[in-house]
């Protein structure tokens, strides 16, 4: 029996830190586990979202100025004063700047038991500054053919969960990965109940993978996203593929909720 994680994890950053870029960054190395250094300006989508006193927990993007797309796993119990997202850095400590919440979305029908539906979305207080660091990403509006390579990021951490402490990047991590058929999916998982038409199965070589900490993060092709991180075997990183949420399922939703 394969053991599944939801991708949330609790890391403690530098608190309240404001905007200056810090630039790129000095070594080639570090993990989502497996994944590359990404540069300033590359993710301008990615968010981290943070819970008191300053606390990454999950992944987010940023689909419109006062807009925050993630995972509803990530914030099903959370209230907005108790929420604010991170943007416009690749920095998780330094860089960035915070906007305080004021509305917290889960999709109505999003089950804790079978991970069905896990999206939602998030309101900012005040509009979100674009720059060259800080831009929405759009909603996919088509399905990704099995094959294609996307791209995953995110701060999560970057050892796999059974090799000890969690080794958690400062630096935000990506990935390439290949999309999956929900046959191929479903047949790594049998007798699986979770493995809904709404979410996308991708893999990646044995050792690569996203890992908790990831949550809430998109999958992006073509300037679109069109998943967020929801779930994984344990432990990270193995040749079983991770889920996520399928963005192209949801656009009703999504466009009923942030009018």
């Not at 609790?10 to 309240?16: D, I, M, N, Q």
């Not at 006193?53 to 006062?66: L, V």
């Not at 699986?192 to 991708?202: G, H, L």
């Not at 069109?226 to 079983?240: E, Q």
């Amino acid at each position: 029996m394969l053991r599944l994680t939801l991708l949330t994890f609790a890391l403690c950053v530098a608190p309240w830190v404001v905007a200056n870029p810090t630039g790129t960054s000095g070594n080639g190395g570090g993990r989502i586990v497996g994944g590359y250094d990404a540069v300033e300006g590359q993710f301008p989508y990615q968010v981290s979202l943070r819970r008191p006193p300053n606390f990454h927990f999950c992944g987010g993007s940023i689909i419109g100025p006062r807009w925050i797309l993630s995972a509803a796993h990530c914030t099903i119990s959370m209230v907005p004063e108790n929420l604010n997202v991170y943007v416009g850095s690749v920095k998780l400590a330094s860089g960035g700047v915070y906007y305080p919440t004021m509305r917290i979305e889960n999709h109505p029908l999003y089950d804790p038991d079978t991970i069905e539906n896990d999206i939602s979305v998030i309101q900012t207080v005040v509009p979100i500054v674009f720059n060259e660091h800080t831009q929405p990403i759009g909603l996919a509006s088509s399905y990704l053919l099995s094959g294609t390579e996307a791209t995953i990021s995110g701060w999560g951490r970057s050892n796999t969960m059974d090799s000890g402490p969690a080794e958690v990047p400062d630096n935000l991590q990506f990935l390439t990965v290949n999309i999956l058929t929900m046959e191929e999916c479903r047949a790594e998982r049998p007798g699986s109940n979770n493995i809904f038409d709404s979410v996308i199965c991708v893999s990646s070589p044995n050792g690569q993978g996203a890992c908790s900490g990831d949550s809430g993060g998109p999958l992006a092709y073509d300037g679109l996203v069109h998943g967020i991180a929801s779930f994984v075997r344990v432990p990270c990183a193995t040749a079983v593929s991770d889920v996520y949420e399928r963005v192209y399922s949801h656009l009703s939703w999504i466009a009923s909720v942030t009018v």
